[in-house]
């Protein structure tokens, strides 16, 4: 039971910068019914931007702080590069075909992105921990953290409320939520879905690669971080209900805490633990917790 | 192509690749007996993407079929090839029966990743399990064939030999299937499941068969290429890669010939080989580029370049 | 006569919306009844519930005198008791003659048939084919067929199962108004071998005042007429609310 404080503020922290990944994944599901699997390719891609802008920043003597930006700028400019491209030069065709062919054109995708990120920066691990450790320590009883854990989760929280205020609040996100509901309803009113797509990929793209960055600094950058992250994502986005941004938030809670509980108390099951919840929520509610309601089909 | 000609026509294929294999060399041995045992799994996927879904985890079944091999000769010292196999049909089969009732519930996406999550448990299961090698896993070899000695520069050849008549046997099952009314309840499925419902055929029911039928392809696979291989881990076999390999090679393949998952194993395997070797860094990047080629250019598999793609496809 | 399909006080809401209320009616044997109203007036709920699409909120479905309310699609069809669909559910990528051959297939091994079991699945197809005037399409792709075609290729389907009671969603909708009628006699005509009972659902009075002994109307998820088509026809309530004033003929010359 001393272990219950450690416990749930592990999980949270975990949780935090899967929500920001898994966020982009169901936002993208839900307005353009792809299941993107390249996301864990741009997670990486993020990763290694930041790691290496950061790097290469703090070495040639500039200001420590400025890396926060520098993290940050690298995530943006990795989304606003890689998702217009990918979505302009790839997925715009395919639009159409059945879902399932777009998630097999999306793991095409990763398995080129995987090799591609190598090509880029290499196959040694590259880790940039000085913004992890620069902003100090937390202590809360008898655990301390770093205080840029919570930087993670503030961003977390932030990339959600601004999500949900984009979407609920603005006039863009009315459109948004109008192709989530019915695509070709929304082209008939003249909504110009294309653009929606290419906005919709690209903020995604950038939410992959600002959990990549993020995460960077508290970890060793390597090849096969995407490949690790886009299942749990997928654990995440399917618990939670495909499309649903609230549904992502509790199904990284979800997988957070348990994962958190499993490496605290039994870290033989800590692998699969996550599955095992998947694969029970899927039981219970087999659309995900927030799924949107079926139509009538005759 | 007539529906009698197809089972003929495998048959000669048998004959001619069990009379060359005996003057073939070693690695020409190993590299067939790939493509065989991996069209053995690609042969269920065609069945269940022929009723309408694509399994992301079918390296579930690979992996029991493989571990419950290589488990009879490390931990039990029966080393006969024939027992694997029935070993792995047995327990991929049995575990099929099980998860099939929960998972003929799903579809499309759902289906996907429900099969992708229970593969990764099994994966999860095993890398913490000391006793099975976790990440390491542990070695095998086959000594035996129903019962009878096998010298040992004859093994590679017996495995070669026992994989093509499997692959045979197999396939012509599997053509007869597909000519069925089963078989036809299958791509009605995958049309109109409602329809089928309506009919008054159970939807489910055909479902789960199916799945078990490929689960347990897939564990006579995985036992095949234990055998093969000598080696049993995680990684190659449950993790959700190895699925997703399996996967490609279905696409490749299509759905239209049973012959086809074999030729679409031997393209993988070969290309796989040669970039490894070549271009370690960038054989995913081959196979990505590969398979969205496929997936633009040809919607119906490589079967479809041959002109003898069938309608149902 | 006997009754062959019974509903008693059929009940059907989702949420605040009622599609079905307290719906009451009698079929007998051998009869064809038309059901007519408005888009949403609730007809295609009736039938989704006595084939078990849907399962009443209250009330019973009796076929035969057996309660067969809630029960599954597939089980009801294996009473014997078959539909056709507004929108056609066929099986797309197959060909019309492995459309039938599969319904076929599936309908020999499961329901127990009106006129028994014993022939060729082949032959039925064949035989079905014929009846429907398919053979001009045998082997083209059910997804490329022209609409009036798909119709007939659903309704052949339902009747591939060897129905005793057939109820047929809109079998003329989407179909050119010089081809309906044509329609219409080749599905009745096919029909009168098997002794079968007929609803259909349709918006077109003249086929349904010309095929039908009997017409149930109706308004809002209630039944509003129930009779004979030329008394349901005069009623004013269905004048007013399913068919319009000025469609009726007899209406209009009569008020001159």
């Known amino acids: ?298 | 192509m007539k529906l009698r000609d197809t089972p003929l026509l495998l048959i000669v294929a048998l004959v001619v690749l069990l009379a060359i294999g005996l003057i073939l060399p070693q690695w020409a041995l190993s590299f067939v007996s790939v493509a065989l045992y991996l069209g053995i799994v690609v042969l269920g996927m065609a069945l269940m993407m022929r009723t309408g879904l694509v399994s992301f985890g079918q390296g579930l079944y690979y992996c029991l079929g493989a571990y419950a091999a290589g488990t009879l000769d490390h931990f039990f010292k029966l080393s006969d090839l024939l027992l694997m196999v029935v070993a792995g049909a047995l327990v991929a089969g049995v575990v099929a029966v099980i998860l099939g009732f929960l998972l003929s519930k799903y579809r499309d996406i759902f289906f996907a990743m429900l099969s992708l999550a229970f593969s990764m448990i099994l994966y999860g299961l095993l890398v913490k399990s000391s006793e099975l090698g976790s990440t390491d896993g542990f070695g095998l070899s086959v000594k035996t064939f129903a019962g009878i000695a096998i010298s040992a520069s004859a093994v590679r050849y017996t495995i070669y030999a026992f994989s093509a008549v499997l692959a045979t046997l197999f396939a012509i099952g599997m053509h007869r299937y597909f000519n069925s009314h089963l078989g036809r309840l299958a791509g009605a499925i995958r049309d109109n499941e409602l329809r089928v419902e309506y009919m008054g055929a159970s939807v489910r029911r055909v479902i789960h068969l199916n799945y078990v039928i490929s689960a347990v392809l897939a564990g006579v696979g995985g036992a095949l290429m234990a055998g093969a291989i000598g080696h049993v881990d995680p990684e190659t076999t449950a993790n959700w890669t190895t699925s997703g390999e399996f996967v490609f090679i279905a696409i490749l393949a299509g759905t239209g010939s049973v012959a086809a998952p074999f030729l679409g194993a031997g393209i993988f395997e070969a290309v796989r080989t040669f970039a490894l070797q070549y271009f370690p860094n960038t054989w995913q990047m081959t196979l990505g580029i590969t398979m969205l080629l496929v997936i633009m250019f040809l919607p119906g598999g490589l079967w479809s370049v041959f002109g003898l793609r069938r309608r149902s496809t | 006569m006997a009754v062959v399909l019974e509903a008693r006080n059929l009940n059907k809401s989702f949420g605040a919306v009622t599609a079905a209320s307290n719906i009451n009616a009698s079929i007998e044997q051998d009869s064809v009844v038309g059901l007519i109203g408005s888009n949403g007036a609730g007809k295609t709920t009736f039938i989704n519930m006595v084939t078990g699409y849907l399962t009443p909120t209250s009330g019973q479905v009796l076929y035969e005198g057996r309660d067969i309310t809630g029960l599954q699609p597939r089980a009801v069809t294996r009473l014997g008791i078959s539909r056709s669909f507004q929108i056609p559910q066929l099986f797309n990528t197959l060909s019309v003659h492995d459309n039938l051959l599969v319904g076929v297939g599936i309908a020999s091994r499961s329901v127990k048939t009106a006129a028994g079991t014993g022939s060729n699945e082949h032959t039925q197809v064949e035989q079905l084919i014929e009846r429907f005037n398919l053979a001009g399409y045998r082997t083209q792709t059910a997804g490329l067929l022209p609409e009036g075609v798909r119709k007939l290729l659903d309704i052949a389907m339902a009747v591939a199962a060897r129905p005793r009671l057939l109820l047929l969603d809109e079998p003329t909708s989407g179909v050119s108004a010089d081809e309906k009628f044509r329609l219409m006699d080749m599905v009745m005509s096919a029909l009168k071998t098997e002794g079968v009972t007929v609803l259909f659902v349709e918006h077109d009075m003249d086929i349904v005042s010309r095929y039908t002994h009997r017409i149930l109307a109706f308004y809002e998820g209630r039944i509003i007429a129930d009779g004979d088509p030329l008394t349901v026809l005069a009623d004013a309530e269905v004048r007013r609310y399913v068919i319009g004033e000025q469609l009726h003929k007899e209406a209009s010359s009569a008020a001159h």
């Open chain 1, 1 to 298: 039971m001393g272990q219950l404080p450690a416990v749930i503020v592990d999980g949270v922290l975990y949780a935090s910068w899967m929500f920001v990944i898994a966020v982009g994944l169901t936002l993208i599901y839900g307005v353009m019914k792809i299941l993107n699997v390249a996301h864990g390719s741009l997670y990486a891609l993020g990763a290694y931007t930041a790691s290496t802008a950061a790097g290469y920043w703090l070495s040639h003597g500039h200001a420590p702080m400025g890396s926060y930006v520098v993290l940050l700028l690298a995530a943006l400019v990795v989304g606003l590069i890689a998702g217009p491209l990918i979505e302009r030069g790839l997925l715009r065709f395919m639009y159409g075909r059945d879902e399932i062919v777009l998630v097999l054109v999306t793991y095409a995708l990763f398995l080129i992105l995987e090799d591609f990120t190598k090509l880029l920066f290499g196959v040694d691990p590259i880790l940039v921990a000085e913004p992890y450790g620069l902003l100090g320590n937390l202590q809360m009883g008898r655990l301390i953290y770093p205080v840029y854990s919570f930087v993670l989760v503030a961003a977390a929280i932030l990339v959600g409320v601004a999500l949900a205020l984009v979407l609920n609040r603005t006039r863009q996100g009315k459109i948004l939520r109008a192709v989530i509901h019915d695509r070709e309803m929304s082209t008939a009113v003249g909504i110009n879905v294309s653009r929606v797509y290419l906005v919709t990929f690209t903020i995604g793209a950038m939410l992959a690669a600002l959990g990549g960055a993020l995460t960077a600094p508290t970890t060793s950058v390597q090849p096969g971080i995407g490949a690790e992250v886009i299942v749990l994502a997928f654990a995440i986005v399917v618990v939670g209900g495909l499309g649903s941004l609230g549904g992502a938030a509790v199904g990284a809670l979800l997988v957070g805490l348990v994962r958190s509980a499993a490496v605290h108390y039994q870290p033989e099951v800590e692998l699969f633990s996550v599955y095992v919840v998947m694969a029970l929520v899927l039981i219970i509610r087999p659309k995900g917790l927030f799924a949107a309601p079926e139509v009538r089909k005759i």
